[in-house]
């Protein structure tokens, strides 16, 4: 807990910073609205029905997506990572795909599925695949080979070995990847909703501020909020982690 | 996964209330989703909306918020939404190339004096109309209500356009940039207009209401041939419902706490700012307006007609 806590002190500092800029008059206070502002509105939108609908859809957006994507990468991941000749006969085509940005495939998604949620959560699904699928396969890699042949030494059927050297290997990286996708995943569904437009959701509350208005705390209240959830998920899969895979050292080895 | 997709009214998607509704008014379509765009204009359809007056016509009207009236119009071409918001030139745009089978259905606003102007600053090089020429103007883009509208009041007083700078921004961003001096002067509606005198003590140069402009339809909402053929009923209870939205707008003080709510205006400035002219019923003369100016400005290549894009009006 006392990380959690140094983390908020930053987080503090910050504010201070952007409170002292504002007040100070180095930028106009309507243009953008101080800490002080913001955080009161904030407090405000939370007895909003609307906005909590906003976040909710968001929240639940994301937490599909994510979903979607561990169930999809792992096994693809897995896949790509046991069958060499399948990971470079289909390493052009994920090198190609891979670096192409969601919110570049609104327009398409628009077209083919629609505008409802199943945009961002396809788009989200779309960005938060690749970290997980490359640890996975990364993760295969990097098995120490004593550990396989071992096992086979003594006779492990190759399901057996998979699932009890394998996977508990893998499992950490996998999770480190799933840690970086929650964040790619959430980027991908606010921007969906700012971009697109959306029925709900915490980026179509932002888009509607900033489109429409001359609200620019409502503005900084949406993104403020975004950034809280993030932080919270990230903290959250980090606690999740740290207690699940007391054995690896992967997470202090990854970059985060 | 699906099953929880599926009971995720919370995500915003398909309502499992569809069923409900009290469609027995004989509409053939009794709920409709329509896209909008966080506007001043969009007050009488949601004094319709929180008044109850769809729902007394059998209707239900189910909102989608868009960015602009482009991506508005794009939801209704991809099935999306039924009615699209927004302002009139990307329909005629869409409807002269081929692009989709635009039809009007309700009108929305026209310019009234005071709701939309070219304003520049304190500090700004332009004093009077006739200093617009060479300068950097901001619009929201180019071929939009903004441009044209500020090429055809121009090009009233004789000014010369051809040497303009268009600097297009976003509208919250433009006091901003007159403060700064990155634009000159700059194309500003309601609520905008009063935030910019407010912020950036901007001032009107000339106002969009008049000369060739004056009265001049601004935004709509249109939808597609197929849907208007298909749902003649469901259209008629819309456009009554608007109709007598539009009448009851008359009163501000219904208006505008619908303004703070949807617009995101804050209360002050939509104490103070100047609507624009709410109307429903389309004209085919006066829209003719439009696809003359885009033809007048370039935009167009070729003359075309309002009058059978214009969906039948009830009432």
Redesign the interface.
């Known amino acids: 807990m006392p990380r959690f806590l140094r983390a908020l002190a930053g987080l503090a500092g910050f504010f201070l910073v952007w409170e002292v800029i504002v007040q100070a008059g180095l930028v106009?206070k309507?243009?953008l609205p101080p800490p002080s502002v913001v955080l009161v509105t904030i407090f405000e939108q939370f007895g909003e029905t609307q906005f909590i609908?906003d976040l909710?859809?968001t929240f639940?957006?994301w937490a599909?997506a994510l979903?979607?994507a561990v169930a999809i990468a792992v096994p693809a991941g897995l896949l790509l990572g046991s069958i060499p000749g399948l990971r470079t006969a289909t390493a052009v085509v994920v090198e190609f795909l891979r670096p192409i940005p969601a919110v570049a495939l609104i327009p398409l998604v628009?077209?083919l599925i629609?505008?409802?949620?199943?945009a961002k959560i396809t788009l989200a699904v779309y960005a938060s695949l690749w970290p997980i699928m490359f640890n996975t396969i990364y993760a295969l890699g990097e098995i120490d080979p004593v550990l396989m042949e071992t096992a086979k030494a003594c006779g492990t059927g190759k399901f057996r070995t998979l699932t009890s050297v394998a996977l508990p290997h893998t499992a950490p990286f996998v999770f480190t990847g799933v840690r970086l996708s929650a964040n790619i995943a959430l980027i991908a569904v606010v921007s969906t909703e700012?971009?697109?437009?959306?029925?709900?959701?915490i980026g179509?509350f932002i888009?509607?501020?900033?489109?429409?208005?001359?609200?620019?705390d409502?503005v900084l209240a949406g993104t403020v909020v975004v950034g809280a959830l993030g932080f919270l998920i990230n903290g959250g899969l980090e606690m999740i982690g740290r207690r699940a895979f007391r054995w690896s050292t992967v997470d202090r080895e990854a970059i985060s | 996964?699906l099953a929880?997709?599926g009971a995720?009214g919370?995500?915003?998607?398909?309502d499992s209330s569809k069923a409900s509704g009290g469609g027995d008014g004989g509409l053939e379509k009794p709920k409709i989703k329509v896209?909008l765009?966080?506007?001043?204009d969009l007050a009488p359809l949601r004094l319709a909306q929180e008044g109850g007056y769809f729902k007394a016509e059998g209707l239900e009207v189910?909102?989608?918020?868009?960015?602009?009236g482009q991506?508005?119009m794009?939801?209704m071409i991809?099935?999306?939404v039924d009615i699209a918001f927004s302002t009139y030139m990307p329909f005629f745009v869409a409807k002269s190339k081929g692009a989709a089978d635009i039809r009007l259905v309700a009108d929305s606003v026209s310019a009234s004096p005071k709701s939309n102007a070219v304003v520049t600053v304190p500090a700004s090089p332009v004093k009077t109309i006739n200093d617009l020429a060479g300068k950097k103007i901001a619009i929201t883009d180019k071929n939009t209500a903004s441009h044209l509208l500020t090429v055809s009041v121009m090009k009233d007083h004789g000014v010369d356009t051809s040497k303009v700078q268009w600097v297009p921004m976003?509208?919250?961003n433009i006091s901003?940039a007159l403060?700064s001096g990155q634009v000159d002067a700059g194309y500003l509606p309601e609520?905008?207009l009063?935030?910019a005198s407010?912020?950036a003590g901007a001032t009107p140069v000339v106002d969009i209401a008049t000369g060739a402009t004056q009265d001049f339809p601004l935004a709509g909402f249109g939808s597609l041939g197929s849907f208007v053929d298909k749902n003649p009923k469901t259209l008629a209870a819309f456009q009554r419902a608007m109709a007598k939205a539009v009448r009851d707008s008359a009163d501000r003080s219904k208006i505008e706490p619908l303004i703070v709510k949807?617009?995101?205006?804050?209360a002050e400035?939509a104490s103070l700012l100047t609507l624009p002219t709410f109307g429903s019923t389309l004209d085919p003369r006066r829209l003719q307006r439009v696809p003359d100016l885009l033809l007048q400005t370039g935009v167009l290549t070729a003359k075309l007609d309002a009058a059978p894009m214009l969906a039948p009006q009830a009432g």
Do not use: H, W
Not at chain 2, 10 to 14: H, K, N, Q, V, W
Not at chain 2, 62 to 68: G, K
Not at chain 2, 262 to 266: G, R
């Open positions: 106009r309507e243009f609908r909710i859809a639940l957006a599909i979903l979607i628009l077209l629609g505008g409802g949620p199943e700012f971009l697109a437009g959306a029925k709900l959701g179509n888009m509607q501020a900033s489109t429409g208005s001359t609200r620019f409502l | 996964m929880t997709l995720c919370a995500l915003g998607g398909e896209a765009l966080p506007v001043v189910e909102a989608v918020d868009a960015p602009s991506a508005s794009t939801k991809g099935g999306e976003a509208l919250p901003a403060l609520p905008f009063t935030q407010k912020v949807y617009a995101k205006v804050d400035t």
